[in-house]
Structures are given as C-alpha cells and as structure tokens.
C-alpha cells in the first residue's frame, strides 16, 4: 500500500465509502444527509489541512487521513487528523498505515503532539487502533454523541506526543 497526497481527481474513490460511513451514523458527528459538494470541501479542500489516500498497487483508494493543526495561536503545536477507511477494506492495515503516516508526518512537521477531539467511545476498532499506536485517553464527554445503534455515549479525547 501506498500513502500520498491526495488529488481532486481521488474525491470520486473517497465518497463512496465517505457517504456510507456517515449515513451510517455511528463515527463522524456529520449530518448523515451531507452533500457531496459540502463533504467534498470539509473533507478534500480545507486548508491548511494535509490530505492523503491509502491506494493499493492498482491505484484503488483504501482510506483516507485529513491532517491539520488542532488550534491557533498558541495551541498551533497540537495536530489533528481525521480517518475515514472503506468498510470494504477493513482489516487490512489501512486504518494503522494512515495513524502511522499521520504520526509520522506531523512529527516531521514539528508538532509536539496529536489530539483527537472526538472518538465515539463505541468505536471500539478505532479506539483499540489508536491505543495500541500510543495515544491515550485522557477524557471522555459523556453522551456527546448519539449513535443509532447504542444511543447517548461519549466521545473519547485521545492524545499522543509524537
């Protein structure tokens, strides 16, 4: 598998499985009826943000990891990122190739450490992934997010030093 920056050209592999997830409701905080065009310029175009794709040897997308500066100013040390891999493809490593990538790019670009704001506590694939690369959780706010299949829980603040 491959990680590089993604393209325009890449957004038409990415919402396929971008729609699935969020009408799926149960790990992004995002309307579940989001266009295309909105989701597109949230997640493609946003800048400063970095964006890349996972692509197997044919090319295919696998994932994808939108990378940015938590805040500004004086918290502008602090990275964050977010994950979206293809249901399809789960299993595989895409998800640990882009934490890896994520942990490795923003170490190189010096910030001090990574914070995920909002992992829902029910994720448990994405919280044992982001575990056992380092990052702890340091909060959890209760009931900040409803999930149609388990109802209020909470969203898990995850932290790692790069």
Do not use: C
Not at 88 to 96: I, L, P
Request: hydrophobic share 40%; glycine share 12%.
């Amino acid at each position: 598998m491959e990680i590089r920056e993604a393209t325009r050209a890449d957004w038409s592999a990415i919402w396929p499985f971008f729609q699935q997830i969020i009408k799926a409701g149960e790990t992004y905080a995002y309307d579940p009826e989001m266009s295309e065009e909105t989701a597109r310029g949230r997640w493609l175009l946003p800048a400063p943000a970095h964006v890349v794709v996972a692509v197997d040897p044919d090319g295919g997308v696998l994932g994808t990891a939108n990378i940015y500066g938590n805040r500004e100013g004086n918290g502008a040390h602090v990275a964050s990122a977010s994950f979206m891999v293809d249901p399809a493809r789960h299993g595989h490593g895409t998800g640990r190739a882009l934490g890896q990538y994520v942990i490795d790019w923003s170490r190189a670009q010096g910030f001090r450490s990574i914070t995920f704001n909002a992992v829902v506590e029910t994720n448990t694939r994405a919280v044992g992934l982001w575990k056992s690369l380092g990052f702890e959780v340091v909060g959890t706010v209760p009931e900040a997010f409803h999930s149609p299949a388990h109802g209020y829980v909470g969203l898990h603040v995850m932290n790692r030093f790069v």
